[in-house]
């Protein structure tokens, strides 16, 4: 038989033990419990029972444990368990039933008392005793002749007149019943199907109590046991422990996070098994996760979006893995990032991360700049609008450049946001609506920008300065108009993300880090002294890392695991197939070269391919003509979009009078053929242009695939 021990299930509680240090306190009057409330309430169900992902994962688990012990027995039944059973067990289990048969009915317990009185002087008890046992042997061979006798008449009426299988299955019985007599009394029959681990069993409120004194925190020792209150069971939460404990007054919740190794120590688990954290309640609330498996080692479930390959920048997207495996949003829509590392950790893989969901959604336009210069990044230029690698003078240029245009797009945008009406944006910022209307050019623009220090601490002042500027504008106005930035670096600190950029950041992320500084710098100011701590992680949690995101509380998350540069890879040719299809391929991705002037104005080129020869055009017959030239590019303009487009251009629309229409149809919006030469779109200022002035607002164009990247620059911001 198996003797596996049964696995702890994940509904196992530890309710007897959640009052063991709690101090003795009267029961409160019903009325004084009411007018105290009564605190949080516990959930109903276990937490595996009410998260898909968790129940999912928990009878997966259970599945695949049970099919891979059926199967490692499976194998040994006929070639192990059944030769053991027949030679070996059966035998030894038949002399056993023998023995102690034969001792039962000669009376072998009362042979000790016989002995002992023939070596006595009493002789008559001697003769007493030996008389009774002959009195009881006599009786018990006629039970047993009694017995055997039907038992012998059954064995030979079946021998004749039962059917075969009837005949083997008593016999096989009979076998099976002496093999079990027969087995080995002082090991397992049958050997457990897993190795048994050397984790620990299961978590206990003394356990951790008996830790948490060991670790030699001043008012936490031995003697204040019973300070330590346990708010709520030690229980299974997921494939690990939790713990909520309110520690002794005046002992803080972070000076046990800075004892992690040793609290690892105490409680015999892996240091990556342990992760302790500041509670909600006050800074004495101390949280404690304990998994079972490293969370460096343990497996991580499938990405959802490596199936699909599809997301939406303005809705969640499941981005990293918290301790239990569940996996954690991340909606990167009005959002700005920074990204802190010690090297080696796993900094760049995480922004690479990002990048790739911002190009899963294919209105996104995608600038990635690797200042390191070794191509960690180089996936991205699949179809990256804007790609830049490396730190020399004339990559520097050509990235400021870039980032110029980023900025005239900033505003642009915000001109473009305050020419539509109420009814189109009701919020004043780039929706996920707008996004998708490409005659506005509102598609969402995502940068990332790994070793961000080469930028902000660049050693020419006036380079070091125009990057600050630029950065802390996109950072500041640019999420509320679509422009999403986020910038990772190896040296977290006031010079590598400069103050005013990393206080406007919603979205950090700090992997292991060396001190306080750097951690307050990623994570926010204090954060190290409200337990909040990088630190903590070792140099084995790759990819382990805090996550801060739009005000919510910190979280322990782990990146996804595997997508290393050959995945990225993969990944990034399905996005530039999906954008080909949808023609959203632009930029660096088909061909363009990096400019450092403005797009080429197109659009009122081909307004007058579809004129023609005709002086004046109403904008319901130009916006049908477009239509029918570019299909991709203008199938889904309308009139009132295309007169904004060319009032933007500084073309002039108004009513006017169309030769050869009827009376009725003659006058309407439209253009002249003259109003259609105007400049060419020039650069803005550093001054914002006034609400009236239209001439330097650069019209949406669009490149598809198959048409040449005539006036696509990489890096310009339309």
Sequence with gaps: MDTDKPDD???????????????????????VREKRGGGELRPLLPSWLTNRQDFTTTVKGV???????????????????????????????AVRVGKKLWH????????ALCRDAATGADKSLWLHLRRERNERRIGRAKIAAILAAPL????LVGWFLLPNWEWWLAVSLTVLACGYAGRPLDKPAIPPATIPSATPGPLRAPVIIGALTSLGISRMGERDTDQIKLLCDVSRDGPGYRADLELPPGVPASAVIDKRSELSAALRRELGCVWPEVGKRHEG??????????????????????????????????????QRGRWVDLTLAYTSG????????GKTFTLRELLLIAGMDARTKVYAFDLKGTGDLSPIALFAHAYGVGDEPDEIDEQLAVMRGLREELRRRAKVIRGLTHEECPENKVTDQLASRRELGLEPIFVGVDECQIWFDHEDKAIKNEFIAICTDLVKRGPALGIMCYFATQKPDAKSIPTAIADNAIVRICLKVSGQVGNDQVLGTSSYKQGIRATMFSFDDKGI?????????????????????????????????????????????????????????????DVRQVMGLADTMHLVDIATGLAALRPPLYGTLDPRSLGAQLRAAGVRVETVYVAGKSRDDAPGKGVRREWLDVSTTALMGDEEPSEDDVSNVRPLRRVTDDEEPTGTVRGSGS
């Design 285 to 322: 609330h101390l949280v404690m996760y304990v998994a079972d498996q490293n969370m460096n080692t343990t497996k991580q479930a499938g990405w959802p979006l490596r199936k699909t390959c599809s997301a939406n920048i303005f809705k969640p997207a499941p981005a990293f893995t918290d």
């Design 104 to 111: 039962i009915i000669g009376d072998g317990e009362a042979s």
């Design 338 to 345: 920074v990204i802190g590392a010690v090297p080696r950790i």
């Design 9 to 31: 299930t994940a509904t196992e509680q530890t309710s007897s033990v959640a009052t063991l240090r709690r101090p003795a306190q009267p029961e409160p009057e019903p009325a």
């Design 63 to 93: 599945a695949h444990r049970a099919a891979h012990r059926s199967a490692w027995h499976g194998i040994r039944i006929p070639f192990v368990y059944i030769p053991k059973l027949v030679v070996i067990w059966a035998p030894i289990g």
């Design 545 to 605: 890392a805090y996550l801060r995101s739009d005000g919510a509380d910190a979280k322990i998350v782990r990146s996804v695991v595997g997508l290393d540069a050959v995945a990225s890879e993969k990944l990034a040719n399905r996005i530039r197939a999906a954008r080909q299809q949808a023609h959203r391929l632009t930029g660096h991705a088909i061909g363009g070269k990096m400019d450092h002037e403005a797009d080429q104005v197109v659009l009122l080129d």
């Design 152 to 155: 012998l008449i059954t064995v």
